[in-house]
């Protein structure tokens, strides 16, 4: 009767840098973009300036890039902890090696 060994728990392969910066980088850049057009349908960038940085001279059109920039960098923390709180327990709950 041949020796059986126990069956090995299922451990996900790795992804490639790309895919995981794709993963954070891609929906996050989407919901960056939403939300801009939501907020500057609302808020005329100049007026934001005016009541924030009234020395700051700075276009219209620089007020949405700077709007964008920032959501895409609050989104993308977003999708970055959501991305860490969904890795496989597999990745970082193995024994030390000595145990």
Known sequence: MPH????QPFDHPPRSMAQRL???LWPSFFAAGVSTMVCFAMV???VLRDMTFP???ISR????AIGFFAFWLATSAS???TW???RPASR???????D
């Open 4 to 7: 059986e060994t126990a069956p």
């Open 22 to 24: 794709g993963a954070i």
């Open 44 to 46: 005329d960038p100049l």
């Open 55 to 57: 020395d700051l001279h």
């Open 61 to 64: 059109e620089t007020g949405y």
């Open 79 to 81: 999708s970055l902890f």
């Open 84 to 86: 860490i709180l969904l």
């Open 92 to 98: 970082f709950n193995r024994a030390l090696k000595g």
